[in-house]
Nanobody, 123 residues
Framework: QVQLVESGGGVVQAGGSLRLSCAAA????????ISWFRQAPGKEREFVAA????????NLANSVKGRFTISRDNAVNTAYLQMNTLTPDDTAVYYC????????????????WGQGTQVTVSS
């Protein structure tokens, strides 16, 4: 079992930055791939970024490449999403998710989810 808690969301002006954290409770964090997804009002949940169990491999959605960075620190059971050059299109609830095994980019592969954190980017 893995319990996930996101934090770091808020309101920021366009062009600004935020860093989201995903703190995990449970003994298997280091054996899980971690991903971030987001869901805007009226839209489906979409993939944002993923990181492999050891952190050596990452995958980013095209819409955030060059602006967002995903990382993790297995020593403190936490994953991060650094978001730079934010735009109003990045406004959404951001969720972290975990799964045993390799990174995946679709929601149905993920076993554990956090409650989400709201990110609002004003123009």
């Amino acid at each position: 079992q893995v319990q996930l808690v996101e934090s770091g969301g808020g309101v920021v002006q366009a062009g600004g930055s935020l860093r989201l954290s995903c703190a995990a409770a449970g003994r298997i964090f280091s054996s899980c791939a971690i991903s971030w997804f987001r869901q805007a009002p009226g839209k489906e949940r979409e993939f944002v970024a993923a990181i492999s169990r050891g952190g050596a491999f990452t995958n980013l959605a095209n819409s955030v490449k060059g602006r967002f960075t995903i990382s993790r620190d297995n020593a403190v059971n936490t994953a991060y999403l650094q978001m730079n050059t934010l735009t109003p299109d990045d406004t959404a609830v951001y969720y972290c998710a975990a799964r045993s095994g390799a990174m995946q980019t679709t929601t149905n592969y993920y076993d554990y989810w956090g409650q989400g954190t709201q990110v609002t980017v004003s123009s």
